[in-house]
């Protein structure tokens, strides 16, 4: 199950995507998970903002990510075409 919000800014374009549904625990086959990077970065980020790039068919998602409270933080980005990102 995909979960997104969409802002309620008429000025703020952004998709907030749910990283969680795809690390497929809730999957009926024991076997299903996340392929690299993708289970990484549902492991370290429990969301991304999506924004249209000015090119109109690419989309980029930026999150801040932590492994566990020892580990530091990263800036993770992901750019990709629109059709692989859920339609909003």
Known sequence: MLRRHRSTDPTDRHLSVDLGPYLGFDHPDPECY?????GF????AGSMRVWPLP???????????QAD???PFQLLAAVGEASNFPAG
């Open 34 to 38: 996340a392929a690299e990077p993708l």
């Open 41 to 44: 970065l549902c492991n370290v």
């Open 55 to 65: 090119c109109g068919d690419r989309r980029l998602a930026p999150a801040v990510g």
């Open 69 to 71: 409270p020892e580990f």
